[in-house]
């Protein structure tokens, strides 16, 4: 198989589940929004949100959970094989069960679908089948119709595990809005790592403050600045007025790029910083998390951010070289 031909079939699976993708997004309709409001249900009801399948829609029903407990909506998984012998006893009245199946005709999700119903649970099944024996059992449908699979033999789930799990995270991210599930509660559950250091750590964590940070009244001179620079070992020094309010920023930028164009090198020490600094450079308060800073890093390309109270006077400053060593990078 030449390289080209490699090329051209991987190209066509892309195809065939793009094109799938758009199929099922265009199929979206009242039974999504009746499963939203059914689920939206069970959570304000202190239910759960139970997701089952069989073989690869097994891993798709894992991954589905995992979004929606770490999004707000509270979930678990139940293996319809282990649920048969004694993990019925997870599932109470109150929650409600979201079964996989592609075919809709899996042995095992029919098996179930009975036993959950005398716990009481409401069923929503997701197939590709809106005729099949799953989806007249359910109480929900939403239909998958993503058409072939990119498998030669119509066998290997490749289409259609993508547009499951492109529904799920469609019914993860729906409900995340409708349940103001805002930032904070996204750290809360997400503790470890760098996503959560990131989530979990404010500005007040990493800013340098006290001898580390370089800071000079609005009336110094540029020498005096970089004294101050040179002392807190910083490549900037934050300018601010009487009260301590932020006036501006004088990085060692501004300074070479000062010498570099004066005749006369040796006074621009003697300028007032006022002459070369930022006035009303860009900041941040000091309640803001970590996740934050790493969005301003990344979209204005700056190395160092002031950080203000809510009077405005600064309290510290983020060097981008701090990051990195905090593990938020």
Excluded: W
């Excluded at 012998?85 to 996989?100: E, F, K, S």
């Excluded at 979990?200 to 800071?215: C, F, H, N, W």
């Excluded at 930028?253 to 450079?281: C, H, I, N, Y």
């Amino acid at each position: 198989m030449t390289n080209d031909k490699m090329l051209s079939r991987a190209k066509e699976v892309f195809d065939i589940e793009i094109e799938g993708l758009r199929r099922t997004r265009d199929s979206l309709g009242e039974s999504f929004t009746a499963a939203v409001e059914l689920m939206l249900k069970t959570i304000r009801d202190q239910g759960i949100i139970v997701v089952t399948g069989v073989g690869k829609n097994l891993a798709i029903a894992e991954k589905m959970s995992a979004i929606f407990a770490s999004t707000g909506t509270r979930s678990i998984v139940l293996n319809p094989v282990q649920a048969m012998h004694g993990d019925l006893g997870m599932v109470a009245p109150r929650d409600i069960l979201i079964a996989l199946s592609f075919s809709g005709e899996s042995d095992e999700i029919l098996r179930l679908i009975p036993a959950i119903r005398r716990h009481g649970l409401k069923v929503v099944s997701l197939t590709g089948k809106p005729k099949s024996t799953l989806a007249e059992m359910s109480d929900i449908h939403i239909e998958i119709p993503c058409g072939k699979e990119a498998c030669p033999f119509g066998m290997a789930p490749t289409n259609s595990t993508t547009a499951t799990m492109a529904m799920g995270d469609a019914l993860a991210m729906v409900m995340l809005d409708a349940l103001e599930f805002d930032i904070s509660s996204y750290a809360m559950n997400h503790p470890a790592g760098a996503i959560g250091r990131a989530l979990v750590m404010k500005v007040t964590d990493i800013m340098r403050t006290g001898e580390r940070l370089a800071a000079v009244r609005n009336g110094a001179t540029v020498m005096e600045a970089l004294m101050a620079m040179t002392k807190a070992q910083a490549g900037s020094a934050v300018i601010t007025d009487a009260e301590g309010k932020l006036a501006g920023i004088l990085t060692d930028g501004d300074f070479r790029r000062a010498v570099s164009t004066s005749v006369d090198g040796q006074a621009v020490l003697g300028l007032k910083v006022a002459e070369l600094m930022t006035a009303k450079p860009l900041f941040v308060r000091d309640d803001v998390y970590a996740s934050e800073l790493l969005k301003i890093f990344e979209r204005r390309r700056i190395d160092d951010l002031p950080v203000c109270d809510a009077s405005g006077k600064v309290v510290g400053i983020v060097d981008i070289q701090d990051l990195p060593k905090m593990k938020v990078l």
